[in-house]
């Protein structure tokens, strides 16, 4: 059993930065791959990040690329989005997940464990 706890949301202006975290609990958590995903008002929740349970590899989704990162310290059983340059369009809630597949995992079904959300609120 893992369980998530983000922090780090809030309303910040186009251009400037927020760096989120996700707080696991449980013994397993270096095995996992983690993941941020995030769900816009009135939308479907999307993907933006993934990092498999190393911390060597990465992916982004498009719309994210240079300008979000994701890493982990699995001694701080801790993940976190390094978020810059955000954009109105970055506004949503902001969801961690982990995943039992250690490599990186784009689809939500492939997550077993979901944090509760943190809303990031982006103004022009």
């Known amino acids: 059993q893992v369980q998530l706890v983000e922090s780090g949301g809030g309303l910040v202006q186009a251009g400037g930065s927020l760096r989120l975290s996700c707080a696991a609990s449980?013994?397993?958590?270096?095995?996992?791959?983690m993941g941020w995903f995030r769900q816009p008002p009135g939308q479907e929740r999307e993907f933006v990040a993934a990092?498999?349970?190393?911390?060597?590899?990465?992916r982004y989704t498009d719309a994210v690329k240079g300008r979000f990162t994701i890493s982990r310290d699995n001694a701080k059983n801790t993940e976190y989005l390094q978020m810059n340059s955000l954009k109105p369009e970055d506004t949503a809630v902001y969801y961690c997940?982990?995943?039992?597949?250690?490599?990186?995992?784009?689809?939500?079904?492939?997550?077993?464990?979901w944090g509760q959300g943190t809303q990031v609120t982006v103004s022009s």
């Open positions: 997940a982990a995943s039992p597949f250690g490599q990186v995992q784009y689809d939500t079904r492939r997550y077993s464990y």
């Open positions: 449980g013994r397993t958590f270096s095995s996992y791959s």
């Open positions: 990092i498999d349970w190393t911390g060597s590899s990465t």
